[in-house]
């Protein structure tokens, strides 16, 4: 079965850093390109990070300098390090498969991990 | 505020047809990009409703439409039936940001 499975989630302070992993299963990860998108409880989608299949990184102004997205190919894992965080990062973090290159949708996703930032 | 625009919110009696406008410009979806749809049921993760404007994956009912014109697209759902009721968004790429952009997602409301 084609999976994404979010975990690293949790209570941060303000300023401080959390990474967070994604493990995919039934696909290969460094095949496709993968991407962070978060979620404001109640409110839309944002997308916050990328990473193609050369390695090549992405990054919305609002995260970049902040968040680090990476891979491990051996583990079929997908990291976003995020550090100097701020209450407005406070979201839910979802990783996402991009479904063929060039497409931009977003075919798989996970369920999500919910990081907090608050003293 | 999203660089796609979408109402709040749309509402429709079962069996009825709805339809959820996503407004970009001339950097998105004007300029050639696809736009993808995404159904977001309470409590879970956005699922795949419609990509490159009007294709539907696997398992997604017929009920479900795409349709793009200019710097605009368009989710049409016909034959509403209850367990439609969730949060759309649409998704296109933006060449001023160099990223992906999300409309701010509308509540479709059974009646």
């Known amino acids: 079965e084609v999976q994404l499975v979010e975990s690293g989630g949790g209570l941060v302070q303000p300023g401080g850093s959390l990474r967070l992993s994604c493990a995919a299963s039934?696909?290969?990860?460094?095949?496709?390109?993968m991407h962070w998108v978060r979620q404001v409880t109640g409110k839309g989608l944002e997308w916050v990070s990328a990473?193609?299949?050369?390695?090549?990184?992405f990054y919305p102004g609002s995260v970049k300098g902040r968040f680090t997205i990476s891979r491990e190919n051996a583990r079929n894992s997908l990291y976003l390090q995020m550090s100097s965080l701020r209450a407005e990062d406070t979201a839910v973090y979802y990783c996402?498969?991009?479904?063929?290159?060039?497409?931009?949708?977003?075919?798989?996703w996970g369920q999500g991990t919910m990081v907090t930032v608050s003293s | 505020q999203s660089v796609l625009t979408q109402p709040p919110s749309v509402s429709g009696a079962p069996g009825q047809r709805v339809t959820i406008s996503c407004t970009g410009s001339?950097?998105?979806?004007?300029?050639?990009?696809?736009v993808h749809w995404y159904q977001q049921l309470p409590g879970t993760a956005p699922k795949l409703l419609i990509y490159?404007?009007?294709n539907r994956p696997s398992g997604v009912p017929d009920r479900f439409s795409g349709s793009k014109s200019g710097t605009s697209a368009s989710l049409a759902i016909t034959g509403l039936q209850a367990e439609d009721e969730a949060d759309y968004y649409c998704?296109?790429?933006?060449?001023?940001?160099?990223?992906?952009?999300f409309g701010g997602g509308t509540k479709l409301t059974v009646l």
């Open positions: 490159g404007n009007t």
């Open positions: 996402a498969r991009e479904a063929a290159p060039g497409t931009s949708a977003f075919d798989i």
């Open positions: 001339s950097s998105n979806i004007g300029a050639g990009y696809d």
């Open positions: 039934g696909f290969t990860v460094s095949s496709y390109e």
């Open positions: 998704q296109s790429y933006d060449s001023s940001l160099s990223g992906r952009v």
């Open positions: 990473i193609g299949t050369a390695g090549d990184t």
